[in-house]
């Protein structure tokens, strides 16, 4: 455990109370962890953890052994445990529309709902939408494929922190950032991975929009239970302009089918990650690891109380 305490912000639960390192590195992050623990803490054991707040795994089946480390995404490449990420609560990416970063996935779950009651199947425009920065170049063929046939896809490069000119939009001017709420509009949402698992997934069901969901690397811990073709369209990571457009093409062509996965997509997210469900999970997953410490955790002098906001 002590090997690995570089790879997280250490936590432990003592007696029912929580404990956690004074500096933590991404306090909204941690915020947002501890929104869910604090909940859940007179459940649990004694236990020492070590919570990844950074977007990248810590524990690679390439470099050394398997560490106890906590991270909310990952590839098969990495021993990581998965746990709910920070942003169900809040610590999510800051954009100019959500300044203090995407969380409150209790509040987003109802706008989201209301939205796309407005609009039914039949009234959403029959192209694919996409809205993001260019973290990744896996997003260059659909941004490309929008400026060849804009009839079949509405897709433009946002600004992020990084950004210095057209260049890192693909040579052409950043476009505005779009409301969640606004994708309901749209029958086609696509979802790229960022850095790590996309943050913007979850939140795309909910518009009873078909979400084209790109790669299958990496993982969120709600991801395994998803099925494509019953829930989402999967699209290759690398597809190329005339793949994307043969996916959208099949999508137009089978109307049916295609608002049967948008909603059974929809209903799984709604059905199954509630805040409820976030807190359950949490609690089932560190009741499962603590059955597996083989030593009896010690308070460590140099902690914080953490404690629920009155």
Same mark, same amino acid.
């Given at each position: 455990?002590?090997?690995?305490?570089?790879?997280?912000? =250490?936590?432990?639960?003592?007696?029912?109370?929580?404990?956690?390192?004074?500096?933590?590195?991404?306090?909204?992050?941690?915020?947002?962890?501890?929104?869910?623990?604090?909940?859940?803490?007179?459940?649990?054991?004694?236990?020492?953890?070590?919570?990844?707040?950074?977007?990248?795994?810590?524990?690679?089946?390439?470099?050394?052994?398997?560490?106890?480390?906590?991270?909310?995404?990952?590839?098969?490449?990495?021993?990581?445990?998965?746990?709910?990420?920070?942003?169900?609560?809040?610590?999510?990416?800051?954009?100019?529309?959500?300044?203090?970063?995407?969380?409150?996935?209790?509040?987003?779950?109802?706008?989201?709902?209301?939205?796309?009651?407005?609009?039914?199947?039949?009234?959403?425009?029959?192209?694919?939408?996409?809205?993001?920065?260019?973290?990744?170049?896996?997003?260059?063929?659909?941004?490309?494929?929008?400026?060849?046939?804009?009839?079949?896809?509405?897709?433009?490069?946002?600004?992020?922190?990084?950004?210095?000119?057209?260049?890192?939009?693909?040579?052409?001017?950043?476009?505005?950032?779009?409301?969640?709420?606004?994708?309901?509009?749209?029958?086609?949402?696509?979802?790229?991975?960022?850095?790590?698992?996309?943050?913007?997934?979850?939140?795309?069901?909910?518009?009873?929009?078909?979400?084209?969901?790109?790669?299958?690397?990496?993982?969120?811990?709600?991801?395994?239970?998803?099925?494509?073709?019953?829930?989402?369209?999967?699209?290759?990571?690398?597809?190329?302009?005339?793949?994307?457009?043969?996916?959208?093409? =099949?999508?137009?062509?089978?109307?049916?089918?295609?608002?049967?996965?948008?909603?059974?997509?929809?209903?799984?997210?709604?059905?199954?990650?509630?805040?409820?469900?976030?807190?359950?999970?949490?609690?089932?997953?560190?009741?499962?690891?603590?059955?597996?410490?083989?030593?009896?955790?010690?308070?460590?002098?140099?902690?914080?109380?953490?404690?629920?906001?009155?």
């Amino acid at each position: 455990m002590e090997a690995t305490r570089t790879r997280g912000t =250490f936590y432990q639960v003592i007696k029912g109370k929580l404990y956690r390192e004074k500096d933590c590195m991404f306090p909204t992050r941690c915020a947002g962890i501890e929104h869910f623990l604090l909940k859940i803490i007179g459940n649990l054991s004694d236990m020492d953890l070590i919570i990844n707040t950074r977007d990248y795994p810590q524990s690679s089946e390439y470099f050394g052994n398997a560490m106890p480390v906590f991270s909310f995404s990952k590839t098969p490449q990495y021993y990581d445990i998965m746990y709910p990420a920070w942003a169900f609560w809040e610590g999510g990416p800051a954009i100019s529309l959500y300044p203090r970063g995407l969380g409150r996935w209790d509040q987003h779950r109802k706008s989201l709902n209301k939205a796309s009651l407005k609009v039914l199947w039949e009234q959403k425009e029959s192209k694919g939408f996409f809205r993001g920065s260019r973290t990744s170049s896996e997003r260059d063929s659909l941004i490309l494929l929008s400026r060849n046939k804009p009839h079949l896809v509405d897709a433009q490069y946002t600004k992020n922190q990084a950004w210095k000119s057209n260049e890192d939009t693909l040579h052409a001017a950043p476009a505005s950032e779009v409301s969640l709420e606004s994708h309901c509009t749209y029958k086609y949402l696509f979802n790229y991975r960022g850095v790590a698992a996309s943050f913007r997934h979850k939140h795309l069901f909910l518009c009873r929009s078909l979400v084209f969901h790109v790669g299958d690397e990496w993982m969120e811990f709600y991801y395994y239970a998803m099925k494509p073709w019953i829930h989402y369209i999967p699209v290759p990571k690398n597809a190329d302009l005339k793949e994307l457009e043969d996916l959208i093409g =099949f999508a137009r062509n089978n109307d049916d089918l295609s608002k049967r996965i948008a909603h059974r997509g929809r209903d799984f997210i709604w059905n199954n990650l509630g805040m409820l469900d976030i807190s359950y999970f949490w609690k089932q997953l560190l009741t499962s690891y603590s059955k597996l410490l083989t030593y009896k955790p010690v308070l460590k002098k140099d902690l914080v109380n953490i404690k629920k906001e009155q």
